[in-house]
Nanobody, 125 residues
Framework: QVQLVESGGGLVQAGSSLRLSCAAS????????MGWFRQAPGKEREFAAA????????FYADSVEGRFTISRDNAKNMVYLHMNGLKPEDAAVYYC??????????????????WGQGTQVTVSS
């Protein structure tokens, strides 16, 4: 089992930056792929970013590529999502996720095994 707890959400203005954090516990998190998803009201949960177990490889959705950066600190069991140039359409509940498989390009929520409770990001125009 893996427990995930997100933090760092809030209300920001368009163009601002925000860093989300995810604290992981349970099984050895350095052996699992980590990612971030988001879900806006009335929309399906969508993939945002993922990072490999050793942090060498990352994968992003087209909508966030170049603006968001995912990183992880295995020594601290932490995963981060650095968000720059936020837009109103980035507003959503952001979820930290983990998967036991090795692929980081698994953009479908069903391929992920563990989820946090989410943290709200609101972007004002």
């Amino acid at each position: 089992q893996v427990q995930l707890v997100e933090s760092g959400g809030g209300l920001v203005q368009a163009g601002s930056s925000l860093r989300l954090s995810c604290a992981a516990s349970g099984r050895t998190v350095r052996n699992i792929v980590m990612g971030w998803f988001r879900q806006a009201p009335g929309k399906e949960r969508e993939f945002a970013a993922a990072i490999s177990r050793n942090a060498v490889s990352t994968f992003y959705a087209d909508s966030v590529e170049g603006r968001f950066t995912i990183s992880r600190d295995n020594a601290k069991n932490m995963v981060y999502l650095h968000m720059n140039g936020l837009k109103p359409e980035d507003a959503a509940v952001y979820y930290c996720a983990a998967r036991v498989g090795s692929a980081i390009s698994a953009a479908t929520p069903g391929f992920w095994d563990y989820w946090g409770q989410g943290t709200q990001v609101t972007v004002s125009s």
